[in-house]
């Protein structure tokens, strides 16, 4: 059965980093893009960073620009999301998710229904 398993979140000072790791298995999403999202109760999940099956492109949300980097190994099947500068904002359980329909494109989805398979979620709690 294929699955995204997110792990690497926890609780952090204001100002510390923590790497976040999306490990994907049972099949492949070496040709999908990937992104990241992340969401707080009561709202809506929200876009913060995406790449390319190949790596060659990233975005970010301007709340992640700067501070957040994404990245993958295709040869561990696994996506990452460092994230540095924390504040209390960034609070939150944050989601990986592949783009199963697109095929090594150069196009980067940045809406959460243009991604149809998400893993688990991972919190991270930032204290001041």
């Known amino acids: 059965q294929a699955q995204l398993v997110e792990s690497g979140g926890g609780s952090v000072l204001a100002g510390g980093s923590l790497t976040l790791s999306c490990a994907a298995s049972?099949?492949?999403?070496?040709?999908?893009?990937m992104g990241w999202f992340r969401q707080t109760p009561g709202k809506e999940r929200e876009f913060v960073a995406a790449?390319?099956?190949?790596?060659?492109?990233?975005y970010y949300a301007d709340s992640a620009k700067g501070r957040f980097t994404i990245s993958r190994s295709n040869a561990r099947n696994t996506a990452y999301l460092q994230l540095s500068s924390l504040t209390p904002e960034d609070t939150a359980v944050y989601y990986c998710?592949?783009?199963?329909?697109?095929?090594?494109?150069?196009?980067?989805?940045?809406?959460?229904?243009?991604?149809?398979?998400w893993g688990q979620g991972t919190q991270v709690t930032v204290s001041s």
């Open positions: 998710a592949a783009k199963l329909t697109s095929f090594r494109s150069s196009i980067l989805p940045t809406k959460r229904h243009e991604y149809d398979f």
């Open positions: 790449i390319t099956w190949d790596s060659g492109r990233t």
């Open positions: 049972g099949r492949t999403f070496n040709n999908n893009p």
